[in-house]
């Protein structure tokens, strides 16, 4: 270890959020980060003096940091890592929307590009439906089937999905967009997004579809709408637009009255790749898909990196937690935008992965529409 440097130098530094070689620029020659046993300790004299001197630095820099978003934290952290498993070798073009139905204890997820909705079965069978036409979400209902995201509309389906019956039309006066992540809020409505497939321009929106049937907008000029969640005590909303990479949060008022944006769980560089699909877990804990990045990350409430899941493919998309104990975390991934080589190396891309995790479930929402 180098002097004054810090324990992390050579790997990602979770909480300052920063990487090995932008720490080197960054403080070039000074503490490498913000260690709590480099700001205790302080004796008399010179040597007292210049450690007091270098808390007031770390402090400093600790809110340059605040200001700068790049990150808030004033300490390192290790990351817990672990790999994923290929639990079912589903070739998807496009896997996304994984959630869990803790009515019949399976996962259900789609493949957007063909069209198709998986189900896992408590007894690891696979079954695949039909589709009318895309869909970017599945979502239980509290009552018997499901609300489906397709591309064009949001549509009440049967327990066979054999029968679609339209909620609302989303967007029919733009033709690049499509439906794309959208999670149940804490009140029983839909929270969803679009995303704009064809120019990928900030044209696209989020919106909130109440138990009642009402559309409203919540955001505007995005341009891929991806990791919408809530807390557990359904006060804070998660959102990321993807390009932009920043984990946007929100305070929510009473009965989705109002809608504040507070200061940001993370910084686009937080972890590799780009924020997509995400979930979060008893204790507030936020995982987040890193699309490009080949891995899944957890976020405490605070923002650090706690746990992070490394994936044998570049294209994670989606996560959910469930499982006979809530603690599964599975993983929906794509095959698109892949070369032959890539696919070689890769060969489960577009399958359907798992990896155990320590906390578990928050309790189930069901939308009430």
Not at 13 to 39: N, T
Not at 89 to 107: F, I, K
Not at 121 to 138: C, D, H, K, M, N
Not at 211 to 229: K, W
Request: aromatic share 6%; net charge positive.
């Amino acid at each position: 270890m180098r002097r004054g440097g810090c324990r992390f130098l050579q790997r990602d530094c979770a909480r300052c959020l920063l990487s090995a070689g932008q720490r080197r620029r960054r403080f070039r020659g000074r503490a490498r980060c913000l260690e709590p046993d480099r700001l205790q300790g302080a004796g008399g004299g010179r040597a007292g003096r210049r450690s007091v001197g270098r808390r007031v630095a770390f402090r400093q820099r600790a809110r340059e940091l605040r200001l700068s978003g790049i990150g808030r934290h004033r300490a390192c952290t290790q990351v817990r890592r672990m790999n994923a498993t290929c639990l079912v070798d589903a070739r998807n073009t496009l896997g996304e929307g994984c959630v869990w139905d803790p009515r019949d204890d399976s996962l259900y997820w789609t493949d957007i590009e063909e069209s198709r909705i998986h189900r896992l079965s408590s007894t690891q069978e696979v079954t695949s439906y039909a589709l009318p036409e895309r869909a970017g979400f599945i979502l239980p209902r509290k009552d018997a089937g499901f609300i489906v995201g397709l591309a064009s509309r949001i549509a009440r389906v049967d327990a066979g999905f054999s029968r679609f019956d339209t909620v609302t039309e989303v967007e029919p006066a733009l033709a690049q967009t499509r439906v794309n992540d959208a999670a149940v809020d804490p009140f029983g409505g839909i929270v969803f997004g679009t995303f704009d497939e064809r120019d990928r321009q900030p044209v696209a929106s989020l919106y909130r579809l109440s138990p009642e049937g009402e559309l409203r907008q919540l955001l505007r000029d995005i341009t891929i709408s991806n990791g919408i969640a809530f807390s557990p005590d359904g006060q804070i909303m998660y959102f990321a637009d993807t390009p932009v990479g920043v984990i946007r949060r929100f305070k929510v008022g009473a009965a989705f009255a109002s809608l504040d944006e507070i200061e940001p769980l993370a910084a686009a560089q937080v972890a590799p790749g780009s924020p997509d699909g995400a979930i979060v877990d008893r204790e507030g804990g936020y995982w987040s898909a890193r699309v490009w990045g080949g891995c899944v990350v957890r976020l405490s409430a605070d923002g650090a990196v706690t746990d992070r899941i490394d994936l044998p493919t570049k294209g994670p998309t989606c996560v959910a937690l469930g499982g006979p104990a809530g603690n599964r975390l599975f993983i929906t991934t794509l095959r698109v935008r892949h070369t032959q080589e890539e696919l070689e190396s890769a060969p489960h891309a577009g399958g359907l992965f798992v990896a155990d995790v320590a906390v578990p479930a928050q309790s189930p929402r069901l939308a009430l529409l």
